[in-house]
């Protein structure tokens, strides 16, 4: 029922147990899925870095500053997996360190033209940026794989309804182990595997 994207209310009544114990269950496998997901190693070779935000309430401002919404970095390598992760805030002193630890030195990086990876250019890495207010790609350089990816995750979420603010990291995780593993069969093979 998890891999078949079903809600734990959903599984709960076509499995015939309590809605409580399908939600306890689903939460279990969210939190084995975030401790394996942080422990892959780091990407190298081509990569896009963006931040993006959830939640929040829809009126008002959007993006950078809106009120009540939950900032978050990723992570993607080109052609490969993502890497997500709730930050407190999307300062550069939150952000070069994540990237250090998850990114290999010599890397090429593709970001957007946001402050906060100024550092980039200084750091060991081979830094491109897009300037969106102008253009969303040009050749190689561009964001669009990340972008996909806050895309998916923002539609797959939409199914809950609203999440609570401290279990959100778990509901990320899971959105990126749909992105990384995009084949059902090989996600309920990967999930055996977690759980045994």
Same mark, same amino acid.
């Not at 959105?175 to 995009?182: A, G, Q, T, V, Y």
């Given at each position: 029922?998890?891999? !078949? !994207?079903a809600?734990?209310?959903?599984?709960?009544e076509?499995?015939? /147990?309590?809605r409580?114990?399908a +939600?306890?269950? &689903?939460?279990k496998l %969210?939190e084995k899925?975030a401790? *394996?997901l942080d422990d892959?190693?780091?990407?190298?070779?081509?990569?896009?870095i963006?931040?993006?935000?959830?939640?929040g309430v @829809?009126?008002?401002k959007r993006? @950078?500053?809106?009120?009540? *919404? /939950?900032? /978050?970095?990723g992570?993607l390598? @080109?052609?490969?997996k993502?890497?997500?992760?709730v +930050?407190? $805030?999307?300062s !550069?002193?939150?952000?070069i360190p994540l990237i250090?630890r *998850?990114v290999?030195? $010599?890397?090429?990086?593709y970001?957007d033209?946001f402050k906060?990876?100024?550092l +980039? $250019? /200084?750091?060991?890495?081979h830094?491109?940026r897009i300037?969106h207010s102008?253009?969303f790609?040009n050749?190689k350089n561009?964001i669009?794989? +990340?972008?996909?990816f806050?895309?998916?995750?923002?539609r797959?979420? %939409?199914? &809950?309804n609203g999440?609570?603010k401290?279990h959100f990291p778990?509901?990320? *995780?899971e959105?990126?182990?749909?992105?990384?593993?995009?084949s059902?069969?090989?996600?309920l093979s990967?999930l055996?595997?977690?759980?045994t």
């Open positions: 029922m998890f891999v !078949a !994207a809600t734990a209310r959903t599984a709960s076509l499995v015939g /147990v309590h409580n114990t +939600i306890l269950f &689903y939460h %969210r899925l401790a *394996k892959e190693s780091p990407f190298s070779g081509e990569v896009e963006d931040e993006s935000y959830f939640g @829809r009126k008002g993006g @950078r500053g809106a009120a009540g *919404k /939950v900032p /978050v970095f992570i390598k @080109r052609g490969g993502v890497y997500t992760k +930050i407190p $805030d999307a !550069a002193s939150t952000l250090e *998850k290999r030195p $010599d890397s090429i990086v970001s033209c906060a990876y100024d +980039i $250019d /200084v750091t060991k890495f830094h491109y300037n102008t253009h790609a050749a561009h669009n794989g +990340i972008e996909n806050w895309n998916q995750a923002k797959h979420l %939409r199914i &809950y999440i609570p401290k778990l509901f990320l *995780k959105c990126e182990f749909r992105f990384n593993i995009p059902p069969k090989k996600q990967f055996k595997k977690l759980i």
